[in-house]
């Protein structure tokens, strides 16, 4: 949520983790793949006509040119402390260090340590199979583990694309012109939304509340 990445924001780090921290966090506030916000430089950025500051990019899995307002001021004082040009972080220890980050945020969020439903990796299937790794299931058969062990550099688009729609500031068409995504359908695919959410949702416009969603 909104909420979590603002007290991920906070959050005193330093060293590796603080990198860890930053780029996953670029990950959420531009709404991208792993390949393209853990690959802008300082020309990836610029300024529109009117003086809107954009990211400007070629999504490497599509070729899709996508342009990317700033949406939150987190993500230029991230960019301002490297000088524009992020370090890279590889894929496998941005995975296993922002599950250990969320865990220690765990602490000051509850929220974090909610268990969910999840699949396992090919990796942790042969682990348990093995005996080196035990998992809870629920009544349905689903592996539940606490949302922080959930967590991937796929999470900070997904993320990022679910807190832009549930801001409600902004048209599917322009939040796929963000995205980069070709279709509604692949788009709204990427939409997470609770049952509490969505029952909100639909309350406030039965009740004729809709302004105060919207």
């Known amino acids: 949520t909104e909420e979590e990445l603002q007290a991920l924001y906070e959050m005193p780090l330093t060293g590796k983790k603080e990198h860890i ?43 899709t040119e996508v342009t990317i307002p700033i949406l939150n001021e987190n993500l230029i004082t991230i960019c301002e ?64 583990m606490p949302r922080y062990d959930c967590v991937t550099t796929h999470t900070a688009r997904r993320s990022g694309i679910t807190n832009m729609y549930l801001s409600h500031k902004f048209t599917i068409v322009q939040m796929m012109h963000v995205s980069g995504h070709k279709t509604q359908k692949t788009f709204l695919d990427y939409i997470k939304l609770s049952s509490d959410e969505i029952a909100d949702e639909i309350d406030a416009i039965v009740n004729g509340a809709k302004e105060e969603v919207f």
């Open 81 to 144: 402390k490297y000088g524009y040009n992020i370090p890279k972080a590889n894929e496998q220890v941005l995975n296993r260090y922002i599950k250990d980050i969320l865990k220690d945020l765990s602490e000051q969020l509850p929220s974090l340590k909610e268990k969910v439903p999840t699949k396992l990796t090919m990796k942790q299937k042969e682990k348990e199979k093995a005996g080196e790794l035990t998992v809870e299931r629920n009544d349905k058969g689903e592996v539940m």
């Open 21 to 63: 921290r930053d780029v996953f966090l670029i990950g959420c506030y531009t709404c991208q793949r792993v390949s393209d916000y853990n690959n802008l430089n300082a020309d990836n950025f610029e300024t529109t006509r009117k003086g809107t500051r954009i990211i400007r990019l070629i999504q490497q899995k599509t070729k």
